[in-house]
């Protein structure tokens, strides 16, 4: 399957606290995203990293991209009980098609 | 940021009939569609990528006879579950890249609630 690794597969943290996911992909990318998806609803788009990038921020998002291991994380700084979702990194596989990780389910607790 | 909407949000059918799902883009033309199923729970996989004017292409394991896809013009792509069963109750999600901005990001629909009675 080329459908990438996310970990860990769930994650409770209290509010406040950061939140840290991780993905690992099989093949060589040009880019990878990270999307968030709230209970039965769409996905939203956090972020995309390009793979000249090592690292990218947005607000408290905070991206790192490593080619070499073939892996990507994903930071929120000072989680909120928004945050609570579920998150996907995602990246075209060799026919370009974007494929998505396991995801990984955030639960921020008050 | 570009806008892909679904229609209907969600839909319930009985078991053997069929049903039609609509993905626009709003405010691009998008020569290509992608059309994922999301069971719950778990991740999204891809079905088939809908190309305006020609046939669809299939994942492996995707039946092409039951998951009819029509992208008849660069805004309008379709999804018909036909002969519907209680296994294709599922989250079905589109997405569509603006071939005119140098980005690789995919915009999403806000997907289909698919139950089958």
């Known amino acids: 399957s080329q459908q990438g690794e996310e970990d860990p597969q769930a994650l409770s943290i209290q509010e406040g606290e950061n939140a840290t996911m991780n993905c690992s992909y099989k093949t060589s990318i040009n880019n990878l995203q990270w999307y968030r998806q709230n209970s039965g609803r769409g996905l939203v788009h956090l972020i995309l990293?390009?793979?000249?990038?090592r690292e990218k921020h947005s607000g408290r998002l905070r991206v790192t991209l490593d080619t070499s291991k073939k892996s990507s994380s994903l930071l929120i700084t000072a989680s909120r009980a928004a945050d609570t979702a579920s998150y996907f990194c995602?990246?075209?596989?060799?026919?370009?098609?974007?494929?998505f990780g396991k995801g990984t389910r955030l639960h921020i607790l008050p | 940021g570009a806008v892909v909407s679904q229609h209907p949000s969600w839909v319930i059918c009985k078991s053997g009939t069929s049903v039609k799902i609509e993905c626009r883009s709003l405010d691009f033309q998008a020569t290509t569609m992608f059309w994922y199923r999301q069971f719950p729970k778990q991740s999204l996989m891809l079905m088939a990528t809908?190309?305006?004017?020609?046939?669809?292409?299939?994942e492996q394991g995707v039946e092409k006879d039951k998951f009819l896809i029509n992208h008849a013009s660069l805004t309008l792509s379709t999804l018909t579950v036909t002969s519907a069963h209680p296994e294709d109750s599922s989250f079905y999600i589109c997405s569509a890249i603006d071939p005119w901005t140098n980005s690789y990001e995919q915009y999403f629909g806000p997907g289909t609630r698919l139950t089958v009675t």
């Open positions: 809908s190309n305006e004017g020609s046939k669809a292409t299939y």
């Open positions: 990293i390009r793979s000249n990038e």
């Open positions: 995602a990246y075209p596989n060799r026919d370009d098609k974007i494929i």
